[in-house]
Nanobody, 129 residues
Framework: QVQLVESGGGSVQAGGSLRLSCVAS????????MGWFRQAPGKGREGVAS??????????RYADSVKGRFAVSHDNAKNTLYLQMNVLKPEDTAIYYC????????????????????WGQGTQVTVSS
């Protein structure tokens, strides 16, 4: 049984920062990739960042909308995924979800939600102007 639990959301003013965490438990060594997705009110779910989590690591992909502002990282020893969010904008307001994939996902699919098998419950991020 895999469980993903996010934390770190909250309310912040534009230009501020937040750090999200996602602790994974269970059959975590089956993961190839972990990612962050978000869903704003009235919109579909959007891929934000994805990272290869097996030993050796290295492959990371970001959505264009967050490049240069967000940074994803993974601590294998703690089974924890992070998303450092800087220079936040009101349009970053959304529920942020952590996800994990058991598949060796191709580059073009890293920010699509269908390759991801496990999802957290989400954490709210609100950015005010």
């Amino acid at each position: 049984q895999v469980q993903l639990v996010e934390s770190g959301g909250g309310s912040v003013q534009a230009g501020g920062s937040l750090r999200l965490s996602c602790v994974a438990s269970g059959y975590t060594y089956s993961f190839y990739y972990m990612g962050w997705f978000r869903q704003a009110p009235g919109k579909g779910r959007e891929g934000v960042a994805s990272i290869y989590t097996r030993s050796g690591g290295g492959l990371i992909r970001y959505a264009d909308s967050v490049k240069g502002r967000f940074a994803v990282s993974h601590d294998n020893a703690k089974n924890t995924l992070y998303l450092q969010m800087n220079v936040l904008k009101p349009e970053d307001t959304a529920i942020y979800y952590c996800a994990a994939s058991r598949a060796a996902v191709g580059w073009s699919s890293l920010l699509r939600d269908d390759p991801y098998n496990y999802w957290g419950q989400g954490t709210q991020v609100t950015v005010s102007s």
